[in-house]
């Protein structure tokens, strides 16, 4: 009787073990717990007046997914450790994405808030991915498109830059928009949505601070039509340093002291796009796509 017990008690404990796990391996897909998550991807800022787009975008996806934990990530590195100096701490997309595993997340939209689909972009694609179907890790992330990616993004975004303009200015005087700018060859979409543009508005011109079209391009273009005066606008995401420094600081290659040279009086405006609803439209439209291909 005293050696039977401990081994009936052992029989006891392995069926009720080999039962625990035969519900764990039938209901065990089910047990699990989807967990969907934003996750807002931007280049970045350290320009503290610059936040506030960032806000307006932050809001808005709140506003269009109440119930959906949203985290943020900048790509920029030289960013990130700039702000960790003043002790804000920022992550990377793949910081940001190995914390929402940990968090238990089990679907994952990544919206970039880049402009154009160009390396950064396709970075994040490809390391997102890399992220999807880990062993005990997000079942499945969906990448949102930047704001320029297909036709319809540019005929939207050519009525918004539309609404980025000053009441003020004339039509006889211009509208100059400065946008990034890639070796990558995204780099065609500033090109194709002032196409776009000049349908209506032949006096509104966008170039870029890193490649084609030049700032010395729209400035002959401008002496040529007799332009004497000039709106200075970003497209960009937010107003940041290249909005405040390449486009209206006082450095002589800034392009505001380029066209004042040539006797074009320039009037900056310092809004990023993610300071407007329809940019932000689009932005969140491209999330909510890729919220609908997480598939639940
Ligand atoms: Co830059």
Redesign the pocket.
Same mark, same amino acid.
């Given at each position: 009787m005293k050696k039977n017990l401990p081994v009936g008690l052992l029989i006891g404990i392995a069926m009720v073990f080999l039962l625990f796990t035969q519900a764990l391996a039938s209901g065990g897909s089910r047990a699990v717990k989807t967990k969907t998550g934003i996750l807002l991807v931007t280049f970045g800022t350290s320009v503290p007046q610059a936040q506030r787009a960032f806000d307006h975008i932050g809001d808005a996806v709140k506003a269009a997914f109440p119930h959906t934990p949203v985290r943020w990530a900048y790509t920029s590195h030289m960013i990130r450790k700039k702000l960790a100096k003043q002790g804000r701490l920022l992550d990377s997309p793949e910081i940001a994405l190995a914390r929402m595993m940990d968090e238990g997340f089990t679907h994952v939209a990544v919206q970039s808030l880049h402009t154009i689909p160009g390396k950064e972009f396709h970075d994040l694609l490809l390391n997102a991915r890399r992220f999807e179907g880990m062993a005990g890790g997000i079942k499945r992330i969906a990448v949102g498109q930047p704001l320029l990616s297909a036709d319809i993004d540019l005929a939207r975004s050519a009525d918004a830059v539309l609404k980025m303009i000053p009441e003020q200015r004339r039509p006889q005087e211009a509208v100059v928009m400065m946008g !990034?700018g890639t070796s990558h060859p995204s780099n065609a979409f500033y090109a194709a949505l002032v196409y776009r543009v000049q349908l209506n508005d032949p006096n509104l011109f966008i170039g870029t601070?890193?490649e084609f079209p030049e700032i010395d391009l729209i400035k002959r273009q401008l002496i040529n039509r007799k332009i004497t005066k000039a709106y200075l606008i970003p497209l960009m995401s937010v107003a940041g340093? !290249?909005a405040r420094n390449d486009l209206s600081g006082d450095d002589p290659r800034s392009w505001k002291s380029i066209l004042t040279l040539a006797g074009i009086e320039c009037v900056p405006v310092l809004k990023g796009t993610a300071e407007f609803a329809p940019f932000v439209e689009i932005w969140i439209d491209h999330l909510k796509s890729a919220v609908n291909r997480l598939g639940h």
């Open positions: !990034h601070v890193e340093d !290249h």
